[in-house]
């Protein structure tokens, strides 16, 4: 069975700092590409960022609203992907989710998909 | 690109067939000839999950009553027959362009 279990989130001030992690099993990891998306408390799913895979180019890319501030990492012989998340504001606070998915084709052509996120973990930022 | 769901929510007597539709801004017709739209559900109190990928394909274990249809920058979501275990809020996406984005959300509930 695919698991991902996010960890790491609280409460913090405004301007704080905090890193959450995702810890993966029952998939290969290291050709995954992860992504973090948040849900705001009542409100709709939000993108955060995407980490590619080391074989891929590993690449990251981010939303706009969190660029600059929040950095994505893996660190494939743990099957962990971390979200680092600096001078968070309270439009941060969000259930952030770590998911993964992929579109792909079968061996007779026909197009799959895996599609698996965790279970969210919660940050509130507040003073 | 911006998706926009229409309706925002939606009430059904069980067994009668809803309908969700999803505009994007811009096409979503991938060059190898799919359209990069999913459909996600998300119960009360869960994640979300996949419903239907790639415009009109199900995802594994989702009932033949859900169908997706549509394509370029006009997407529907179809439930044929209601049931209970069908509430919460539904969710279009596009995967073709970064930044990954969502509707709004169309929240589902039982007459």
């Known amino acids: 069975d695919v698991k991902l279990v996010e960890s790491g989130g609280g409460l913090v001030k405004p301007g704080e700092s905090l890193t959450l992690s995702c810890s993966v099993s029952?998939?290969?990891?290291?050709?995954?590409?992860m992504n973090w998306i948040r849900q705001a408390p009542g409100r709709g799913l939000e993108w955060v960022g995407r980490?590619?895979?080391?074989?891929?180019?590993?690449?990251?890319d981010y939303n706009a609203p969190v660029k600059g501030r929040f950095f994505i990492s893996r660190d494939d012989a743990k099957k962990m992907v971390y979200l680092q998340m600096r001078g968070l504001k309270i439009e941060d606070t969000a259930v952030y989710y770590c998911t993964t998915g992929e579109y792909y084709t079968d061996a007779s052509g026909r197009p799959k998909t895996y599609d698996y996120w965790g279970r969210g973990t919660l940050v509130t930022v507040s003073s | 690109i911006v998706l926009t769901q229409s309706p925002l929510s939606l009430s059904v007597i069980p067994g009668e067939p809803a309908t969700i539709s999803c505009r994007s801004t811009q096409s979503l017709l991938h060059s190898k000839g799919y359209n990069y739209m999913d459909w996600y559900l998300q119960r009360p109190g869960q994640s979300p999950q996949l419903v239907i990928f790639?415009?009109?394909l199900r995802a594994s274990g989702v009932p033949d009553r859900f169908s997706g249809y549509g394509s370029g920058t006009e997407f529907t979501l179809k439930i044929s027959n209601v049931e209970a275990e069908d509430i919460g809020t539904y969710y279009c996406t596009q995967g073709l362009q970064t930044p990954r984005t969502f509707g709004q959300g169309t929240k589902l509930e039982i007459k």
């Open positions: 980490i590619k895979s080391r074989i891929d180019g590993g690449e990251r």
């Open positions: 029952g998939l290969k990891f290291d050709v995954a590409w």
């Open positions: 790639l415009g009109s």
